[in-house]
């Protein structure tokens, strides 16, 4: 195993300090590569401790094919603090998610996407899928070039640029993530739903095969575009490489103990990828459309007491959480008098939840899985 270390500048801050990207590479035989980054969002710690306990794990690891590692993807947004709390989904600067920040590069840059399609019709997908990946490179180098002699290359989107540029070359990429207080989670492009079971979540948001700014979505969407424009041409071809987003639980949390067992999904998926011998397996999982992935907004403001944590599945009626105004009470029965209840519209799991119960009206209560479709044997 040969493990190649790069460090690539960032952001040069006030001060004169660089901010660096620092990326691992572990090459074993020739074969598929994979693309794992974590800490976009710069609270969302978890995916740093299964990517040391993955590359601990390679080291005494036969492998095929090559990863590509990085740690605190965003060290700005892991260093912007608020007292102890980490001030890390949004650029400060700007208020832009940093997991929005993407691009759509084939319709960015303008590239000729059905000139390449007639150009290479008739070779076989492995070939197209080779030169089609030499192809994005050049694509992004150009665009980014583009955005610095114009000066538009801002500090929103010069980092995402090169993860999505690094991605590019990747077989398979997977985007670790957290939610606020979550479950762990899995979002799962439509034409990929089959191959994310193997990554063994027990919970998978299926989402369209579109570009809405994130991550995954901009390292799919390339590979979307040219599936349709070989279409044109009759040549029909099977999407080998996926893009995923992982949700290893709640941000501000590191725990290595819990890695051990997140880094399973990953080891699995490798096996599906053949970078690893064995035959993977799934779990059974519950699924949900996009669309039915619901949040639930505040309807008040108040103190929450929950019922109901991220996992747990609920019923149409139940009593979701609790709302204290402390405004409306009586004293002859304070806890009654100033107590209303949020109920459930319709089945469900709790997927997120606030992490406060300090709440505003509008604020985002819960997010929650609906009209659940179940895969394998779960009932």
């Known amino acids: ?28 035989s020739p074969g598929p590569h994979i693309h794992i980054q974590a800490s976009v969002h710069g609270a969302e710690l978890q995916g740093n401790a299964v990517i040391l306990h993955l590359m601990d794990l390679l080291n005494s690891q036969k492998m095929k094919g090559s990863i590509t590692f990085i740690p605190l993807a965003n060290p700005y947004a892991t260093n912007n603090k ?33 000139e390449f399609a007639k150009e290479n019709k008739d070779y076989s997908w492995g070939e197209i899928r080779s030169k089609f990946k030499a192809k994005l490179e050049i694509v992004f180098e150009k665009y980014v070039e583009d955005l610095i002699q114009s000066k538009k290359l801002a500090e929103n ?31 799962s492009a439509e034409y990929q739903e089959q191959v994310a079971y193997y990554l ?32 044109k041409y009759k040549k029909n071809i099977s999407i080998d490489i996926e893009s995923f987003t992982l949700e290893f639980g709640s941000e ?15 080891l699995n998926y490798m096996k599906y990828k053949g970078l690893l011998e064995g035959t993977p397996d799934q779990i059974d999982s519950h699924a949900c459309r996009l669309k039915n992935f619901r949040t639930i907004y505040s309807p008040k403001g108040g103190l929450v007491d929950y019922h109901f944590e991220p996992g747990q599945r609920y019923l149409k009626g139940d009593t979701l959480a609790s709302f204290y ?15 209303s209840k949020v109920m459930a519209e319709e089945d469900g799991i709790v997927i997120n939840r606030c992490p406060s119960s300090s709440v505003h009206q509008g ?14 044997a779960i009932k």
């Open 200 to 231: 063994k979540f027990r919970h998978v948001v299926v989402i369209p095969n579109e570009f809405g700014g994130a991550m995954d979505e901009a390292c799919f969407m390339p590979w979307i575009h040219l599936r349709d424009a070989l279409k």
């Open 363 to 376: 604020m985002e209560l819960f997010q929650v899985m609906t009209k659940l479709e179940e895969h394998g």
């Open 82 to 114: 608020i007292g102890t709390y980490t001030y890390g989904r949004f650029n400060p600067v700007t208020g832009h998610n940093w997991n929005r920040n993407y691009v759509d590069i084939i319709k960015e840059s303008n590239f000729n996407i059905d």
């Open 252 to 266: 501000e949390t590191f725990c290595m103990q819990n890695a051990s067992k997140d880094v399973e999904s990953i």
């Open 325 to 339: 105004n402390l405004k409306s009470i009586d004293p002859k029965d304070p806890i009654v008098s100033c107590r």
């Open 157 to 187: 989107n010069k980092l995402n640029l090169l993860l999505q540029q690094l991605a590019s070359k990747a077989d398979g990429i997977l985007d670790l993530h957290t939610g606020p207080v979550a479950t762990r989670y899995l979002y």
């Open 1 to 28: 195993m040969k493990w190649i270390i790069n460090e690539y500048p960032i952001k040069e801050l006030a001060t004169g300090e660089v901010l660096n990207l620092k990326t691992y590479t572990v090459h074993g």
